[in-house]
Each structure stands twice: as C-alpha cells, then as structure tokens.
C-alpha cells in the first residue's frame, strides 16, 4: 500500500461559523494500491502534457492553490478552464474513490476530548496544530493499514526530498515500511493528495463565506459531486444558495452525535 499525505491550512481570516475556526490545520492521507501506483503516474503525467498547447508550456504539477487562483504555470486559466480541471478531477477521484483519511485540528479540539499531546513524538510538536493534526492522521493510519506493507510519502516542507519519515511510528509493524519525503512535482500520489486537501478546505471556506459569486457556487457544485471513501466526512444535502445558518446546523448534529453537545 501507497499512502500519499499532505496537508492544507485555513487562511487567518475570520470564519463566520460557531462551529469552525479559522486557526485549523488539515492533513489528509490517500491510500493506493501497490498495482495501481504506476498507472496513476504515467496518466498524470500523460496529462500534464496534454496542457502544453493549451497552457503554452508544460506545467510542472498539479497543485490546485495555483490552479484555482491562476498563478505561475495557470496564469493563462480561464474560470472555465478552472472549473473544467476541478470537475475533470472529481471525475478522476470518483472512478477510483481510494481510501481518504482526513485529520483536522482547530482551537477547541484537544479541548472538546480533554486531552493534550504533552511531549515532542518522533520530531511533531505538540505545540503546532499541523503537527497535531498530522500525528492524529499517522494513529488513524496505523488502525486502517493493520500490518500491511507500506510505503509512505509526505509531501516535501518539513524534510528535503529522500529524507526519513515515520519510521518511529511503525515500531515492530508486522509489514515492511519505508517512509520519505517527495516533492509533488517529482511524485504525482502527491497531487492528488494536494487536490483532496484543497477541495476539503475550499469547501469549507465556501461553505461559511456569505455573497459568492457564480463562479465560487460552481466551485461548491463540482466538488460537492466528491464521492469519498473516508469515514472522517459527513455527507449532508443542502440548497445550492445555503448559508452559515444550514452549515453550523449540520455541525451542530454532528457534534451531538458524537457527545460533544448536549442532545
């Protein structure tokens, strides 16, 4: 098993819900099959070529920040062209629907379950809600692989390309483990990692934004159409125009659902 991880951040801005901060660090892991890993590369690649024309050069990767604001090698995007790649890879996930685990840590989740991560793991500060949200991820995954062999790869940021990770999480693990550091245009898993993360985010963000434009509700539309394999996510039908009143009721249930608010 191939594990992919990368992880996106929330912009410091206010968010106008009382159920959601603007102070949350995501990471999310998507898992692929040893005997489909060379297929998504080649055709990801196959499809970074097929953009020269249109694009007038070769991007270099998929990262969908870029993609979404028409930045460096999408400078040339049209809206449409935006929202045709966002759909295209909704397309493309929900064909495969690989095993998503996501892991989201805000200002009142450690305070919601009464815990706290008191020393350094394995080089993750327990100060940093990235390193929390992704020391979480690394537990969920240790459940979910059971022993499997794995190759794990995190996105480049916090190591150089080559460097170790995880090691120190598999102690004793009955499979095989090599973990590492990979810069996402050399290692396409990453991009699609990076395009879970970004819809997971941009969702979000959307979601409690008020006034969107057309082109924002098209965005929420293609990757509403998200059909993933992760227990971590809530599916949930709203009105195409809903507001932040029908997205904190649908965390207000979730939260009671789980004993974190009174019935």
């Known amino acids: 098993m191939y594990i992919a991880i990368d992880d996106t951040y929330s912009s410091n801005v206010t968010i106008d819900s ?26 990801l690649n196959s499809c970074l070529d097929e953009l020269t024309e249109l694009l007038g050069k070769r991007p270099s990767e998929f990262h969908f920040v870029e993609i979404v604001n028409k930045k ?9 062209h935006v929202l045709r790649l966002l759909s295209f890879f909704v ?15 805000d200002d009142r989740t450690f305070a919601d379950h009464g815990v706290a991560i008191a020393t350094n793991v394995h080089g993750l500060d327990p100060q940093k809600k990235e390193d ?29 390309p080559g460097d170790e990770f995880g090691k120190g999480f598999f102690p004793d693990w009955a499979g095989s483990f090599d973990g590492y550091y990979e810069s996402s245009k050399q290692e396409p ?11 997971i985010n941009r969702l979000t963000n959307l979601s409690t934004k008020s006034n969107r434009s057309s082109h924002e ?20 039908k709203v009105r195409p125009e809903f507001g932040r009143a029908e997205f904190d009721a649908i965390h207000l249930e979730d939260r009671k659902a789980k004993g974190l608010e009174p019935s």
């Not at 098209?218 to 599916?235: F, K, T």
């Open 18 to 43: 009382n159920y959601v901060t603007s102070n949350r660090r995501t990471n999310v892991a998507v898992c692929f099959a040893d005997d489909e890993v060379e297929h998504v590369r080649e055709e």
């Open 91 to 105: 397309k493309i996930y929900n064909h495969y629907r690989w095993p998503v685990l996501i892991q989201t840590v």
């Open 189 to 199: 898993l990453l991009q699609i990692a990076d395009f879970i993360a970004y819809a």
């Open 132 to 160: 929390q949200s992704l020391f979480l991820l690394i537990l969920k995954l240790r459940r979910f692989l059971k022993g499997q062999n794995v190759v794990l790869i995190m996105d480049e940021g916090r190591g150089d």
């Open 72 to 80: 460096r090698d999408w400078i040339s995007l049209s809206d449409d």
């Open 217 to 236: 509700q098209e965005q929420i539309r293609i990757l509403g159409q998200l059909d993933l394999n992760s227990d971590d996510v809530r599916i949930a």
